[in-house]
C-alpha cells in the first residue's frame, strides 16, 4: 500500500560531497514536493514540481536542486552537503485539490 | 506576510480531557486548510481537510474566517492521541501546503 517511496531511510555523508536524495510515487500524482523537517520550525518547502521537467522554488532553496525527469520520479540534489544541511527530509506527492501523500523521510546527517 | 501560526509547542493534558490545538493562519483569499498528523515512527499522514468537513478520530476542525483560524479539536483525548499535529493551509492556486511549526501532543493516563 505504500505509494510515496524515498530510497534511502538513513543517510550519513560527508561535508563537501554531492548527495542524492530519491522518491517516487506511484499513483501518477503531478505535483510533487520536497520538505525538510527540523524540531521547532516544522516542514520547510525546499522546491517543488507541477509535471516533468518543471521545477519551481520553494521557501529554502538555497544549496539544493533537484531534478524531475520522468512523472514518477523527483529527485533532491545537495550540491556541496554542509553541517547545516543535517535533517530530515521528506517528499510528497500531490493530485489536484487534495492534500498530500508523504514518504516516510530520510534522515540526513552530515558530518 | 503570509505565514501559518501554531502557538503550542506542546500541549499535556489527562485522557479524557477536551482537547484543541490552535492554528492561526494569515493568507488572503481563501486557502484550502488540512491538519496533519505524526505518530512516532510514523509518515506524516493527512488527518482531515476542512473541504470535507470530516470527522476523523473524533478530530474535528472549525474554521473562522473572521479570525483566520483553524482550530483542531477533540472532546475526549485517548492516550493513542498523543502525536505531532501540524496545520497546513494551501493557498489559493498555488497547489503548495505551508506547514506551521507543529504541536505534540501529549496524553497522559
Known amino acids: 500500500d505504500v505509494k510515496v517511496t524515498q530510497s534511502s531511510r538513513y543517510l550519513v555523508k560527508r561535508t563537501g560531497e554531492k548527495v542524492f536524495l530519491e522518491c517516487v510515487q506511484d499513483?501518477?500524482?503531478?505535483?510533487m514536493f520536497w520538505y525538510r523537517q527540523d524540531p521547532g520550525l516544522g516542514l520547510r518547502l525546499i522546491y517543488f514540481?507541477?509535471?516533468?521537467?518543471?521545477?519551481e522554488k520553494g521557501d529554502i532553496p538555497e544549496g539544493y536542486s533537484v531534478s524531475r525527469e520522468k512523472k514518477e520520479r523527483f529527485s533532491l540534489i545537495l550540491e556541496s552537503a554542509s553541517t547545516n544541511q543535517t535533517s530530515m527530509y521528506l517528499c510528497?506527492?500531490?493530485?489536484?485539490?487534495?492534500?498530500?501523500?508523504f514518504g516516510s523521510g530520510t534522515r540526513l546527517t552530515v558530518v | 506576510a503570509q505565514r501559518v501560526t501554531q502557538p503550542e509547542k506542546l500541549l499535556s493534558v489527562f485522557k479524557g480531557a477536551p482537547v484543541e490545538l490552535k492554528c492561526n493562519y494569515s493568507?488572503?483569499?481563501?486557502?484550502?486548510l488540512f491538519w496533519y498528523v505524526q505518530y512516532s515512527r510514523q509518515r506524516l499522514q493527512l488527518l482531515l481537510r476542512?473541504?470535507s468537513r470530516e470527522s476523523i478520530k473524533g478530530f474535528t476542525a472549525d474554521l473562522n474566517k473572521g479570525e483566520t483560524s483553524f482550530h483542531l479539536k477533540k472532546p475526549f483525548a485517548q492516550e493513542e492521541d498523543s502525536a505531532m499535529y501540524y496545520c497546513?493551509?494551501?493557498?489559493?492556486?498555488?497547489?503548495?501546503?505551508?506547514f506551521g511549526q507543529g504541536t505534540t501532543l501529549q496524553v497522559k493516563p
Open positions: 514540481s507541477y509535471d516533468v521537467k518543471m521545477k
Open positions: 493568507y488572503s483569499g481563501s486557502p484550502e
Open positions: 497546513a493551509p494551501s493557498p489559493s492556486n498555488t497547489g503548495k501546503l505551508i
Open positions: 476542512h473541504i
Open positions: 499513483m501518477d500524482h503531478e505535483n
Open positions: 510528497a506527492s500531490r493530485q489536484g485539490g487534495y492534500g498530500y501523500t
